[in-house]
């Protein structure tokens, strides 16, 4: 799907199709047609009208959300028809939900299908009286930002015999090389090297190489400096501590949190942010074998501390663990540190499978993560740490174990295990976002499709976006 900007007056711009998003019938030209066939403009409603070439979706709040929900509908309303042009009138519509509305609603993952429907060539026409170069920049930048949303869910959406942790590491080299990046491959040799033992562990019956990837964006104006950290688990089985078949299914998408940071690594060249970024993913397999580690083993991380096994589908916070104190040995002033994991179901039962729940030690930049999440169009909400809550992941013969003795709170005990991998000097500059929920969905919700949404990527981009 092509979105165009024109400057010129509506009825002028030749279209096929004319889009009008409504929240009064009282104003609309068709009022008496739309309330014969019941249309209401409320959320989610549509009419189509091939007769006279108009598409009318209801729509309730002025806000980002309602509006890339309606403009969404529309294009995927359009994209049903043999019609290859309509257009939109900005009027007071909310222009970067109109443009990431369409992007993100017009995705379709349909790489494995034998009969592939042939891709038509529609487009958008966004019409507005003048375009500033605010406009014009609001307008650029919401498409390089659903180009970057749309890149991670493709990635997630990926099979694991076709995206395991060498393939990960080529798709960032690409990114590298089409966004200028620095890139940095490691494989296991390394991480032995290095006494990361945990994310090493994790990877050992694969017959894939486990491999840390490490992008990294240095502008030379950059007045901030943060690290992206994201779970990169190609597949994962749950290893000896096998899931139920059912539970296996969908665990292509525990590599939404890597794929998270290279969707948004793909994207901070082409915004031009004056920001430092690094983007670390540590990719890996977690599958069984006679060479598998164990429940009752006990790893080394890479900071010296030890952890107890006592599940080995409690993977994701071994990768994250290892991968945090490389970034902090490796990069140093960090400003921020963010690290994207789909780590517990807990999250999803806790908040629901729309929702991210971000976790860490200071209020403020908790609130700050949550406030612009919402503002880009996602959801989250904060989960609190506490002193009792911590005392459950203590281990009688290690330093920490890897799942708590209770089975309630999964989700903050895994926020607080992470947290012993954050180095003190960098407490309150860390946020961990489980996007376990929002990340891959089985059923198409809002903009988003079945399968991946691309969680997190619009979420950071605004959080770049409004860092002073």
């Given at each position: ?26 104003n609309?030209?068709?009022k ?20 006279i ?8 709040e ?15 309303k ?9 257009k939109?009138e900005l ?11 369409t992007?993100?609603g ?9 009969k ?23 307008f ?21 015999a076709?995206?395991?942790?060498k393939v990960m ?18 494989g296991?040799k390394?991480?032995?090297k290095n ?6 562990s ?14 990294a964006?240095?502008p030379e104006n ?7 950290v ?6 994962d089985s ?24 290279l ?6 060249a ?19 074998g ?5 429940p009752?083993?006990?790893l080394k991380?890479?900071n010296?501390?030890t ?5 080995t ?5 071994l990768?994250?663990?290892?991968c ?13 540190i ?12 806790g ?12 209020t ?5 993560v ?9 959801y989250?909400?904060?989960l ?8 459950t992941i ?10 708590a ?14 947290d012993?991998?954050?180095y ?27 399968g ?17």
């Open positions: 799907m092509k979105v165009n900007l024109i400057e010129n007056d509506f009825k002028s711009v030749e279209s096929e199709l004319e889009i009008f998003i409504v929240d009064d019938l009282e609309c030209e068709d008496d047609i739309l309330e014969n066939i019941g249309f209401e403009e409320k959320d989610e409603s549509i009419a189509f009208l091939p007769e070439g108009r598409i009318y979706v209801g729509f309730e002025h806000d980002y959300e309602s509006i890339a929900i309606a403009i969404s509908i529309a294009i995927k359009l994209k049903t028809t043999k019609f290859k042009s309509a939109i009027k007071d519509l909310d222009l970067k939900a109109l443009v990431e509305g992007l993100l017009a995705y379709e993952f349909n790489e494995y299908k034998s592939k429907k042939k891709s038509k060539k529609q487009e958008l026409s966004i019409c507005v009286p003048k375009i500033t170069d605010e406009i014009k920049d609001v650029e930048q919401s498409k390089v930002i659903s180009k970057a949303v749309n890149k991670t869910r493709d990635i997630v959406n990926t099979p694991p076709d995206c395991y942790p590491a080529e798709l960032a080299k690409k990114i590298a090389k089409d966004s200028n990046l620095e890139c940095t491959i490691h296991e390394y991480l032995e006494g990361m033992n945990a994310m090493l994790v990877g050992r019956a694969s017959i894939h190489e486990s491999k840390l990837i490490h992008l964006y240095k950059a007045k901030k400096k943060v690290v992206l994201g779970k990169g688990l190609t597949y749950g290893g000896l501590s096998l899931k139920p078949a059912d539970y296996m299914v969908t665990m292509k998408s525990d590599k939404s949190g890597g794929s998270a940071v969707g948004i690594m793909s994207a901070v082409k915004l031009n942010l004056p920001i430092e970024i690094h983007g670390i993913v540590g990719a890996v397999e977690n599958m069984i006679g060479d598998a580690y164990k009752d083993d006990v991380a890479k010296g501390k952890i107890e096994i006592r599940n589908d409690a993977e994701g916070r990768v994250l663990a290892d945090l104190c490389y970034a902090q040995d490796e990069i140093e002033d960090i400003d921020y963010f690290d994207y994991a789909t780590l517990t179901g807990a999250c999803v039962v908040v629901g499978e729309y929702t991210i729940g971000v976790m860490g030690n200071d403020i930049l908790k609130r700050d949550v406030a612009n999440t919402l503002q880009a169009g996602e989250a909400t904060t609190p740490f506490n002193r009792f809550l911590r005392k203590k281990s009688e013969i290690a330093d920490i174990c890897n799942i003795n209770t089975r309630y709170g999964g989700a903050i005990t895994a926020g607080l295990f992470l012993n991998f954050i003190e000097e960098n407490k309150d500059k860390w946020a961990h976002l489980d996007i376990a929920g929002p990340a891959f969905v089985e059923k198409a919700w809002g903009y988003n499709p079945h991946a949404s691309g969680a997190g990527v619009r979420a950071t981009l605004q959080f770049f976006k409004n860092l002073n």
